[in-house]
């Protein structure tokens, strides 16, 4: 399975760039998602790699080949759209075939490939129908099963589970995980569902602005991202992202807010050293709070502040705190939530190394 490589690659529609020098590797094997809002230029990368748009600088590496001026069916990929693109007129087996019409084949082994797809992908009892025939989560199916069918190395996906109810994306999701699980291709998916993304993903690359954010694991994405932007967009409810001041004293660096509140950072392990009264952003994920009757040892800091509302959605509950004329958000215990009422204060431990410290200025952590 090979590895995907962009090298410093530009991509302009006329006078407009969008993508400006822009490196990523993955290894083969990994499942890339590439994540971002509406815009941020993650369909473009895609189809540069898939050979649907052609590069205005730069190199695509597919394995030890250079692919970037090579046609689409010459590329060693395969492609599953958010549309399915299934051809109405053929029954599912037809459209399972086709993905294999150029690769001439022995019959033999087409049909074995489509025997194999089909049972993996449990649309056996299906072949014989045509796609208006079918689910949505069915027809999905079909399009990734047209894909597998093509032993490609590497698999692209443009977000594949938009069309689909809640349910049916949950379970398609961990289909298509079991697959890369089993099957190992290398896999590059588009999408702007940051539960896709962390669920499925063995890198994470966050896009904006057609830049990349930050590459890495879900796990350091979430734990520790690298600017404001990142912060903000992985995590629901967002990560609290509230300004503040350092305060340096000797090795003891805090950082206090507004409402006179105060943090201490601990040994945070700053790249450089703190300055008194340096302008921050402090990020604090809202299931990181203890709300305490009892106060938890050696918290990095004890908020006092009054309750403005509850959210509430069974297995979970968001509690918004007043805090200066701002909120900040906390997930409690859904059992509790139900006996908090607006108004009342609560108190709320932040416990040590979990604070996230932004530079102000720059936004970068
Ligand atoms: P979405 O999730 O909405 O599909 P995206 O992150 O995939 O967004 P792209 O489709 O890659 O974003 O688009 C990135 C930018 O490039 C957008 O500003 C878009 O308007 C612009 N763009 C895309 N295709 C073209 C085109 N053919 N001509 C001009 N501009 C384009």
């Known amino acids: 399975m090979p590895r995907v490589s962009f090298e410093h690659i530009v991509k302009s529609f006329g006078a407009v760039t969008i993508l400006d020098d822009l490196n990523l590797a993955v290894e083969d094997g990994d499942f890339l998602v590439l994540l971002g809002p509406s ?14 748009l052609e590069v205005s600088d730069g190199r695509i590496m597919i394995g030890e080949r250079d692919v970037t001026d090579l046609d689409p069916r010459d590329r060693g ?13 053929k029954t599912v087996y037809g459209n399972l075939k086709f993905g294999l019409a150029a690769s001439r084949l022995e019959r033999a ?17 299906l072949l014989a129908r045509k796609p208006g025939q079918l689910s949505g989560g069915q027809r999905q199916r079909v399009a990734i099963g047209r894909a597998l069918v093509k032993q490609a190395g590497v698999i692209l996906f443009d977000e594949p589970l938009s069309n689909l109810d809640a349910k049916l994306r949950t379970e398609m999701r961990l289909e298509i995980k079991k697959l890369h699980d089993t099957l190992k291709p290398t896999v590059v998916y588009v999408t702007h569902d940051q539960i896709e993304a962390m669920t499925m993903a063995t890198k994470i690359a966050v896009m904006d602005g057609g830049l990349i954010q930050q590459f890495g694991t879900p796990d350091e994405i979430y734990g520790k991202p690298a600017n404001l932007f990142v912060a903000g967009f992985i995590g629901a409810p967002a990560m609290n992202l ?5 305060q340096v004293d000797g090795h003891c660096v805090k950082a206090g807010f507004d409402t006179g509140d105060v ?6 392990g700053f790249a450089q050293r703190p300055e008194s009264g340096a302008e921050v952003v402090i990020g604090l994920r809202p299931e990181h709070f203890v709300v305490a009757d009892q106060p938890v040892a050696n918290a990095a800091a ?15 509950a968001t509690a918004y705190l007043g805090f200066g004329d701002q909120l900040l958000a906390l997930r409690v215990d859904p059992d509790r939530a139900a006996g908090f009422s607006a108004g009342e204060k609560l108190r709320a431990d932040f416990p040590r190394g979990k604070a996230n410290v932004f530079d102000a200025r720059t936004g970068r952590r």
Not at 242 to 246: E, V
Not at 302 to 316: A, C, I, M, Q, V
Request: aromatic share 8%; hydrophobic share 40%.
């Open 39 to 52: 815009g941020c230029g993650k369909t473009t990368l895609l189809n540069l790699l898939a050979g649907l």
């Open 263 to 268: 943090i201490d950072l601990g040994d945070y």
């Open 109 to 125: 082994e087409v049909e074995q490939r489509i025997a194999a797809a089909a049972r993996l992908l449990q649309i056996e009892p």
């Open 77 to 89: 990929l395969a492609m599953v759209f958010q549309s399915y693109a299934l051809y109405p007129t």
């Open 302 to 316: 004890s908020f006092e502040l009054p309750l403005r509302h509850t959210e509430r959605t069974g297995s979970d």
């Open 242 to 246: 509230r300004p503040a001041r350092l």
